[in-house]
């Protein structure tokens, strides 16, 4: 499995390119971002995520809250077909607008994804 993460801003690199953010990037156009999928539900719920934001929230805090949301039954169709497009010929592209894709929740879904693989 390849899975790797990039901001949705660069230019597109080849794989299966899929957005991983909640709310569409500011500034960008829909056809420019050469998205192959849009996978909004495994991104943080709202609350987490203005939680982490809004109060400059623990990040291993956030991460854990985050992994308790991967594993919420209503996740698990969309972790599957991610898992599913990493299985495949195509590097897997997980695409954010943070600007620390290290530090947010990419890297934790890039955690769960490597370690279901």
């Keep these: 499995m390849s899975v790797r993460m990039e901001r949705v801003y660069e230019a597109p690199d080849g794989g299966v390119r899929v957005l991983v953010d909640r709310l569409w990037p500011r500034g960008l156009k829909k056809e420019d971002a050469?998205?192959?999928?849009?996978?909004?539900?495994?991104?943080?719920?709202?609350?987490?995520?203005?939680?982490?934001?809004?109060?400059?929230?623990?990040?291993?805090?956030?991460?854990?809250?985050?992994?308790?949301?991967?594993?919420?039954?209503?996740?698990?169709?969309e972790l599957d077909e991610l898992r599913r497009l990493a299985a495949g010929d195509a590097d897997l592209v997980l695409l954010t607008a943070v600007k620390e894709p290290s530090h947010s929740h990419v890297s934790v879904l890039l955690e769960r994804l490597e370690q279901s693989g």
Excluded at 36 to 64: C, I, M, N, Y
């Design 34 to 77: 050469h998205l192959d999928r849009w996978a909004k539900d495994v991104a943080p719920s709202t609350e987490l995520r203005r939680w982490f934001h809004g109060t400059q929230g623990d990040f291993e805090e956030f991460a854990r809250r985050y992994r308790a949301e991967l594993d919420a039954p209503q996740v698990q169709q």
